[in-house]
């Protein structure tokens, strides 16, 4: 990781980054801010790990945790959840085995969300699947898309 975080370093220094794009350089190479390239970074650039971690939560778009290769991310906003988003929420919960309160699946393949609102009300219930938006899920759709997901994991 050293070496990796070094390559970060340099390419901070060398474009007079900010903390924001530093972060995002980290989450970058390594798929979310691990506690350890914090505690490097604080230590090399002599700046709180508290500066960085505050940045860090603020922000929606980094992840202290590591992340699944499929991200399935479900609305729940007033309208998605009238349509349902709850339910298929749900059942994404069981059909990946997630564990109460994990997010992420044991063999890192599957991360799962749930977010107030992306917007999309006019075509609720809405699941991101991948960045990719599908509107008007239903749970039968859900799972065939995951199972899609699951055999291409399998093929590769």
Known sequence: MEKILDKIYKNHKDNEGNIISLLQDIQGEL????????????KKLDIPASRFFGIATFYAQ??????????????????????????????????????????????????????????????????????????????DKLMKEIKQLKEKESED
Request: one cysteine or more; aromatic letters at 6%.
């Open 31 to 42: 798929g979310y801010i691990p506690e350890d390239a914090v505690a490097w970074f604080s």
């Open 62 to 139: 980094f992840h202290l945790q590591p992340r699944g290769k499929n991200v399935v991310t479900t609305c729940c906003g007033t309208a998605c959840h009238v349509k349902g988003s709850e339910k298929l929420l749900n059942g994404l919960v069981r059909e990946l085995g997630l564990p109460e309160g994990e997010s992420t699946t044991e063999d890192r393949r599957f991360t799962v969300e749930k977010v107030n609102c992306v917007g999309a009300c006019s075509i609720a219930p809405v699941v991101i699947v991948n960045n990719k938006v599908h509107g008007k899920m239903t749970a």
